[in-house]
């Protein structure tokens, strides 16, 4: 018996047989830290839209980096987009979670000139 794959089904394996090269995991670590540089934390009133704007840009960002997975695909509706967010929150959502967390907003300055010296 043959088994034929689609097209997202066949990336989502390529993409499988590789997840444990280390050149692919430092790679989707760097496109989600560079998505730091893009995603203010401070513009995002909850942790989960914070989350959600990072994830996404890194997906599109790493798919678009491999010639194998890139094409054919509407972002927002593909399973290897769904497939990559994946890897991507069960990878890295405690450096995504440290970053919201560590964020210093203008607002934080502006509590502190309310009348409070230190």
Known sequence: MQIILNGP???IQWLLRRLHDPDIND???????????????????????YETKV??????????SYFDL??????????LESFVAKVIIGKHRDRIQREYRGRYCDEDDEDDED????
């Open 27 to 49: 790679l989707l670590k760097e496109i989600v830290i560079e998505g730091f540089d893009y995603t203010d934390p401070c513009d995002y009133g909850t942790y989960e839209s």
């Open 55 to 64: 994830v996404n840009g890194s997906v599109i960002t790493f798919i678009n």
């Open 9 to 11: 089904q066949s990336k």
């Open 115 to 118: 009348g409070y010296n230190y």
């Open 70 to 79: 890139r094409g054919g695909e509407l972002f927002g509706h593909s399973p």
